[in-house]
DNA sequence: ATTTGTGCAAATCGTTTGCATCTGA
DNA sequence: TCAGATGCAAACGATTTGCACAAAT
């Protein structure tokens, strides 16, 4: 996590003020000082994983006022807006990818460390017919890793 | 869950007594009356996914006397002894499935309701090599199912 | 007799909620 | 102005823990 934000300065290129404002609006959110700051630690610095608690810590780390229930509060709204996906890994934290197209991921138990597995590199072949008045939402693969 | 034990005999069966009493020992782990009365619902009928509240709701419903508590003890052990696997599917609750075999899994989100696809079916292929220093685990594939 | 397991209730952890206050359009 | 957003603290559900008592070897 090597984001940060400036007192004056957006963090990174990719998420200047008047895009993440729109952005935000597309989704139907105010960009409120807050969900701001939030996406800009988010959708400035590429592909990221992140928990709620990580985010929020980040944020007041950055200089940021935004409390951690409005940390929840916003992960969820981006959530709807499909500007994140939500990824059940670790059964005890939630996780939210900024990559919301479709891969899969390692993950590191020991220490809960998260990393996307480039995509187009994993087939999943053989699937039977889903059960009647089913289908398919979606197909997770998480490798689980272990240090040697 | 139609797995139901009966005052005063044994549920199936796949899990005698005597071999239940012989599997604890064989992982270390006294046969205690509460944990041969788990180990029956869980390795009598099949295979089973049990969260630690329902399989105390059904142990207590088959008039048997066990805490919550004890439960999840079991549960823990019987995953150390490598008799039951833990499953992350739901960020919420925690699953153990009593097949340790290598198979994959559907979940309906909707319904909390976990079911194993048959093992053999689905190929995982094209994994890249992992990063330095790790090496893999386990893979978990989850098929998640929505209702049409 | 010694060791291990159990049950209860309190503690903990991540997350959600109710509600008074604030803020952006 | 006023719907919508925020922050706090309390509520929550799943799980863990501390410790006195009970059961297994």
Redesign the interface.
Known sequence: MITRAFPHRIPTTAGNDAALTERLRVAGLRPTRQRLALAALLFGAGDRHVTAEALHVEAVASGERVSLATVYNALHQFRHAGLLR?L????TR?YFDTNTSNHNH?F??SDGEL?D??SG????????E??A????????????????
Not at 88 to 91: E, F, K, S
Not at 121 to 128: A, E, H, N
Request: zero cysteines; glycine letters at 8%; charged letters at 25%.
């Open positions: 939500e059940a890994v670790d059964g939630t390692y590191v138990e990393m597995i480039p590199s994993i087939r999943v072949d053989g699937l039977p889903p059960p008045g089913m289908k398919i939402a979606h197909i997770d693969v998480v490798v689980r890793l272990v240090k040697i």
